[in-house]
């Protein structure tokens, strides 16, 4: 199995910082990588795929980058609405693992 | 817009069955790929299995190799998890999300179900 583990686990910043969530795979995943947000109560939302291709309705202060085995996910300035865990997930092979989680909480 | 719409909260009794449906509505369900997600109180997020109704093909993880059964009824567009042999650490939300066929992405998610096994 492909293991993921994201740095950091957790985060303070505040609003209009720009803040980096790394992503890092076991093994090569190509491009395979997804990012997810989940809110308290709710379920996870689909914010990248395919490591930097937008989902749709998702704002453009969200951007993903990497191939191989590292990856990131920037926002580029935060919103009181962005703080949330974020996870990302690899689909290149099965099972399709997920990160532990960054928890990304106002400073 | 296709929605996945879960089956409401459970309470089981240690070594019951519990059975979770996922009813898609306002789209396609034959032709994606539908996982089933869990997460425990306060962890993340655990793949449990998948099924591609228009096959009828599902596969699981490891871990719950034996215990979990996913079919998919085509005729109703619902999914279907069955967890056996209930233990208390299966307390958890159980998700049901499609599969985008080309990246393996989770892109549509059911609002969830919680299951609490409590003697």
């Known amino acids: 199995d492909i293991q993921m583990t994201q740095s950091p686990s957790s985060l303070s910043a505040s609003v209009g910082d720009r803040v980096t969530i790394t992503c890092r795979a076991s093994q090569s995943i190509s491009s395979y990588l997804n990012w997810y947000q989940q809110k308290p109560g709710k379920a996870p939302k689909l914010l990248i795929y395919a490591a930097s291709s937008l989902q749709s309705g998702v704002p453009s202060r969200f951007s993903g980058s990497g191939s191989g085995t590292d990856f990131t996910l920037t926002i580029s300035s935060l919103q009181p609405e962005d703080f949330a865990t974020y996870y990302c997930?690899?689909?290149?092979?099965?099972?399709?693992?997920f990160g532990q989680g960054t928890k990304l909480e106002i400073k | 817009q296709v929605q996945l719409v879960q089956s409401g909260a459970e309470v089981k009794k240690p070594g019951s069955s519990v059975k979770v449906s996922c009813k898609a509505s306002g789209g396609t369900f034959s032709s994606y790929a539908i996982s089933w997600v869990r997460q425990a109180p306060g962890q993340g997020l655990e793949w449990m299995g998948r099924?591609?109704?228009?096959?009828?093909?599902?596969n699981y993880a490891q871990k719950f190799q034996g215990r979990v059964t996913i079919t998919a009824d085509k005729s109703t567009s619902t999914a279907y998890m069955e967890l056996s042999s209930l233990r208390s650490e299966d307390t958890a939300v159980y998700y049901c999300a499609r599969v985008v066929s080309d990246y393996g992405a989770f892109d549509i998610w059911g609002q969830g179900t919680m299951v609490t096994v409590s003697s």
């Open positions: 997930q690899q689909s290149y092979s099965t099972p399709p693992n």
């Open positions: 099924i591609i109704p228009i096959l009828g093909i599902a």
